[in-house]
């Protein structure tokens, strides 16, 4: 399955961050609302990038925070690809592109406790658990990795 960035207005990313959003309604107990998705030009180039796997069975997000800073988001797997690696393969080449494409030297991350596969597969991926940080709404658990 192709991994590929694409413009964070198409078709194509409405449809995988609005099925991202709807799963974690279910998930989330107190809920979730799709304002808390972050903005098109959030994740556009050079101040970030979305990546989606195939016709919008994964996606992936890295925002600039702060110089040489980025953080992941909205990294979501559809459950019909789940237990494939597909996750890791959209965690890795965020990296690169967060890396090489926008120049950012460490990625954090902030994720809710019911997710506890996005946990495990941050913790298997070399991200560290690091003080709280930001705004993030939803966030009980927060990561950090250096890309040097």
Request: net charge negative; aromatic share 6%.
């Amino acid at each position: 399955m192709d991994i590929r960035a694409i413009d964070p207005e198409s078709p194509l990313a409405r449809r995988c961050l609005t099925a991202y959003a709807a799963e974690l309604r279910t998930r989330f107990p107190e809920g979730f609302d799709d304002g808390d998705l972050v903005a098109a030009s959030e994740l556009t180039p050079p101040a970030g990038v979305l990546l989606v796997a195939g016709d919008g069975m994964g996606c992936a997000a890295v925002r600039t925070i702060a110089p040489q800073t980025g953080e992941v988001r909205h990294m979501w797997v559809h459950p019909n690809a789940r237990g494939q690696g597909l996750g890791r393969r959209l965690l890795t080449e965020l990296e690169h592109h967060a890396h090489d494409d926008l120049g950012l030297t460490t990625l954090r991350l902030g994720t809710h406790e019911v997710l506890t596969e996005a946990a495990a597969l941050y913790r298997s991926a070399g991200y560290d658990a690091v003080d709280p940080y930001g705004d993030t709404a939803h966030v009980h658990h927060w990561f950090a990795k250096s890309l040097r």
